[in-house]
């Protein structure tokens, strides 16, 4: 099952029509390779004209896994699951960063899972980030960088996760936080 908006994009962002890209993984025998082998070839069968073709070589190969069955929405290549939401903030990156550490201040849980250790948090010149280590081995990282017009973007993943049910009981959980920055 392949989310048809994901399609769409990749539709757009590579010129080429989602089905014209199944046809082609299709007939190169992408359905027994890797995630790795068939990102590969989608880079290789990606037009030149296209703009970040790796990243577009890395979102075809995930739709066409998931239609091809090789894996769910949700699901790594790794076969754990990720889930990641993201919201825009009217502050700066910096702001968004105090703005997020404020409201998680003291907090020792998350959704009933306590924290394993402490929370870290670096930067780079262009991002901020905050880390955070669960007890049930699963990882949250919040990424935040610049956007224009002083916005700043603040995307949350969840990685390690179970199961795709496992992305439905955080997906409220961590929208909830996000919106109160």
């Known amino acids: 099952m392949v989310n048809a908006s994901n399609t ?44 970040r073709r790796e990243w577009w070589a890395q979102g075809t190969a995930v739709a066409f896994e998931q ?5 769910v929405p949700g699901q790594t290549c790794d076969g754990d699951f990720q889930l990641s939401t993201t919201r825009t903030v009217r502050r700066d990156k910096d702001e968004a960063l105090r703005a997020w550490l404020e409201l998680v201040e003291g907090r020792d849980e998350f959704g009933g899972v306590p924290l394993d250790g402490g929370a870290s948090t670096s930067g ?57 920055i």
């Open 67 to 71: 239609h091809a069955g090789l894996r």
């Open 124 to 180: 780079t010149e262009k991002w901020r980030y905050w880390r955070a280590p669960l007890s049930d081995g699963t990882r949250v990282s919040v990424n935040i960088t610049d956007k224009t017009e002083g916005k700043a973007s603040v995307g949350l993943v969840h990685s390690r996760l179970d199961s795709a049910s496992a992305i439905e009981y955080w997906r409220p959980v961590w929208k909830g936080l996000l919106a109160q």
């Open 8 to 51: 769409s994009a990749i539709s757009t962002g590579t010129g080429r029509a989602w089905e014209e890209w199944v046809e082609l993984l299709e007939r190169s025998g992408a359905r027994d390779l890797t995630h790795t082998d068939i990102a590969r070839l989608a880079l290789e069968l990606m037009p030149e004209s296209v703009e």
